[in-house]
């Protein structure tokens, strides 16, 4: 969420800004660990429909962030100044929205802040993930191998991203060119031929009327049925962005058939690796529980390794708590956590089961991306059948009549 904020420095200097960040008390702490007194802070008015869309379109993609990432690794890996190599990387960005980041960064840096810091105050750029990795580093000296590291992170979810909607633009198109093409026929040629049947006296099958009835409608009322989609998709956005339509929607999607072992297992690899590397570099298990829940990108799992980690706080084990969500985290994970709680070696267990389960989505996928294709052809051949049979009939019908 974005805010706008008054506050004063130490030496009583008034400064006005806005500060992305995850929710009110997170932007506290963030102007608080700049030595800024808050005056107010207060929610920044949501823009007009063309800024949001403006805003779509100019966001940071997670292929941005790869590159950068991984650019400012190598950078780092070649000893250049961390100024410098901010500098660098602002002239070689193309994202308008991350090139303006990095150079407010470079400038930050310039003022004494660390980079955890001014990565805080870009919240809707950073996720607390990355920020948190980072704040780790400065504290270990590991700011190179902890930026390959979140590269080689974000290069995998981008891979997995990619091989999902590159699997889904062959059946849009086709689901597309189907829709046209039906819209056409029941549009255009079956309102036409419609009077030969009725002059004949041929009976009409009731499939084909459907088709037609429906063909007129779209004729007669298709700035009707365009307006009440937009408005739909309007409100269905509207609530999908509250806190309750998330909450549905990811619902949703761990009830569907496939799709749900899919996302369990994605989401299970990104609670490992998260946790994992986040103990490794020394952030406390309960706090890396709730950073790891803003990564995996589900309500569902954020609001419960929440409670997980309030269960850790009160002195639970973390393998115990897991082990009451045996719906959302398999048994395979919490007795592989307690292996690692009684051992002392909880990131090496996790690095397994994070290990085991990116093998379990890799195989997923790739069976998933064999049997789109032909599924779709034979739901589309089905469909392209009845569509022309709608047609076939009548006129087998009216030749009966010769």
């Known amino acids: 969420m974005k805010l706008n904020y008054k506050a004063r420095t130490k030496e009583g200097e008034l400064q006005v800004g806005s500060i992305e960040a995850a929710s009110r008390e997170a932007a506290i702490n963030i102007l608080s660990s700049h030595d800024l007194f808050i005056l107010s802070l207060e929610e920044a008015a949501k823009g007009h429909w063309y800024d949001q869309l403006m805003a779509f379109l100019n966001r940071v993609r997670s292929k941005d962030m790869m590159v950068f990432t991984r650019q400012f690794a190598t950078l780092l890996s070649a000893q250049v100044p961390l100024g410098e190599a901010l500098r660098t990387l602002q002239k070689q960005t193309e994202n308008a929205i991350l090139k303006e980041t990095v150079f407010e960064i470079a400038s930050d ?139 549905v929607f990811d619902e949703l999607l761990l009830r569907i058939p496939v799709i749900n072992g899919l996302l369990k297992r994605l989401y299970v690899t990104r609670f490992a690796e998260s946790v994992s590397v986040l103990t490794r570099g020394g952030i406390p298990i309960a706090q890396g529980l709730e950073i790891a829940g803003h990564t995996i990108g589900s309500v569902i799992y954020r609001d419960m390794l929440h409670q997980v980690a309030e269960d850790v706080r009160r002195g639970e084990l973390m393998s115990q708590s897991l082990a009451k969500q045996e719906e959302y985290f398999p048994p395979l994970v919490s007795q592989m956590v307690a292996v690692g709680e009684s051992t002392g ?11 085991f389960y990116t093998n379990e989505v890799d195989g997923m996928v790739a069976n998933l991306v064999e049997l789109i294709q032909p599924v779709l052809m034979i739901v589309i051949g089905l469909l392209v059948g009845a569509l022309f049979a709608s047609i076939l009939v009548p006129i087998y019908n009216l030749l009966q009549t010769f």
């Open 109 to 247: 840096i310039d003022a004494g802040l660390s980079l955890s810091q001014s990565l805080e105050k870009y919240g809707n750029v950073f996720s607390p993930f990355y920020v948190n990795m980072v704040r780790s580093a400065e504290v270990t000296g590991r700011m190179e191998q902890t930026m390959n590291f979140l590269a080689d992170y974000i290069e995998k979810e981008v891979g997995i991203t990619s091989r999902i909607q590159n699997a889904m633009i062959y059946p849009a198109i086709m689901i597309v060119l189907f829709i046209v093409v039906a819209g056409v026929m029941a549009a255009v040629v079956l309102p036409r031929v419609e009077p030969i049947f009725q002059e004949a006296g041929v009976q009409i099958p009731l499939f084909t009327q459907i088709i037609i009835g429906g063909g007129k409608f779209l004729a007669s009322w298709w700035w009707a049925v365009v307006i009440a989609i937009g408005v739909l998709v309007g409100f269905l956005v509207d609530y999908l962005r509250t806190d309750e339509g998330r909450i």
């Open 345 to 355: 070696k909880l990131d090496d267990l996790l690095d397994k089961v994070a290990s």
